[in-house]
């Protein structure tokens, strides 16, 4: 559309907004030129790409029962006693190290109380809890709480009291629905028994169950909405709509409520739904057009200096306070690897190409990963070298059945002669003298993470740096 026209073009929007809960539908109007339209859906999109697509998974896990993925109601756990596989499908870029449980957090009514049981002091656990913005605001593990177990309480933006007796420590949201994301660190396939056993003794309950008073007045059931599919979320106007049913349960922080205010002229409110069979063709055009610029400009920009290294894991994922309220690295962690940690909990080196710039793509190609002696990745925990096909970033399925390389897995590989160590990356086996080191890549483009779990200083300071991924011609 040509920026004269539409500088010149101005519209009459009509919506349609009711509340989720409920209220009357009412009707916003505003007077925009479409590029100022095209401006705000972009921006607004922007912002609503990872609530939405945490929404979607929080959807799969903890609403509707009839999906593979589905987990348990909101505030109960759910163990998962086995590694990710390429079945699992619902998150994109998952770990294949550490045994999950997860547990979708309601905090409208009263707080949640997580107990965790003392953990022998070489297993890495960690309990990553995830606001609605996809903000991780705070941890419960190895690295921030120790292994001697504990009792903390999640309390949701609106509860007001002291801190019960018996409390460890208490850990403030600011939206009402929380992801919490618990990793048990498997050591080996013979380990899982232990693992099962940490997990057993993982418990979630309400505050007044904890106290033993009575319980609070429950919160109105939540009618939830459907969901986009990954595909839809990255083209579909209703982006919009998913984003306003989220929205009621995330209180406006006071930093954004100039942003709000600028996004409703194009009817986006918590509890709003716009009906865009009411929209005329052009309004609904230069909506489209923020989105797809979103992807063809500000994505691709973004996606580029990860590529070349400018922007590292470690910048995009953390609380509001660090990512400073930068809403395209929030977006693009959504997109490479929704849920990742802070960089102080796991830092994440990404290969997306070899040496020289070329994306990775083993369809006919063979890659090296080198580290000189000393040289592994240094954590206090431990590492993995994870692979992903593309475009679905989903495990690999392969002949051995390896996801992944680990530290761990160390006694069980051929170190070179003068200590280093080399992985082969590639899509069939380099031979059975160096199977043990073999990274199985599919026969197509992929990407490959390095993880490194409650990383030490060299690598946050950027005085340790990963080795390229090299093309073996």
Known sequence: MKKAFSLLLIVLISFSCTENKGKKETMVSSELPLDSITAIAKEAYIYAYPLMDMYRIEYAYFVNTSDPEYKAPWNQIKNIPKVFTPEDKAVQTPNSDTPYSMAGLDLRSEPMVLTIPKIEKDRYFSVQLVDSYSFNFDYIGSRTTGNNGGVFMVAGPNWQGETPDGITKVFRSETELVLAIYRTQLFDPSDIDKVIAVQNGYKIEPLSSFLGTPAPEAAPVINFIKPLAPVEQKASLEAFNILNFVLQYCPTDPSEKELMARFAKIGIGAG?????????????????????????????????????????????????????????????????????????????????????????????????????????????????????????????????????????MLPDFKFDKDGGLTFYVQNESPGKDKESNWLPAPKGPFRAVLRLYWPKEAALDGSWKNPPMQLVK
């Open 272 to 408: 709003k739904t716009i009906d865009f069979t009411k929209l005329s063709p052009e309004v609904k055009a230069a909506m489209e057009e923020g989105i797809k610029e979103v992807w063809t400009v500000d994505f691709a920009a973004f996606l580029k200096k990860i590529e070349a290294g400018e922007i590292t894991s470690g910048q995009i994922f953390g609380t509001r306070e660090f990512l400073k309220n930068n809403y395209l690295y929030r977006m693009g962690a959504a997109v490479l690897g929704i849920f990742g940690n802070s960089a102080n909990e796991a830092f994440y080196p990404i290969y997306t190409a070899d040496e020289s710039g070329e994306l990775l793509d083993a369809t006919t190609n063979k890659y090296t990963l080198h580290f000189d002696k000393g040289e592994l990745p240094p954590v206090n925990a431990f590492w993995s070298l994870t692979m992903y096909e593309l475009p679905s970033s989903l495990l690999v399925a392969n002949p051995i059945n390896r996801y992944l390389l680990n530290s761990p």
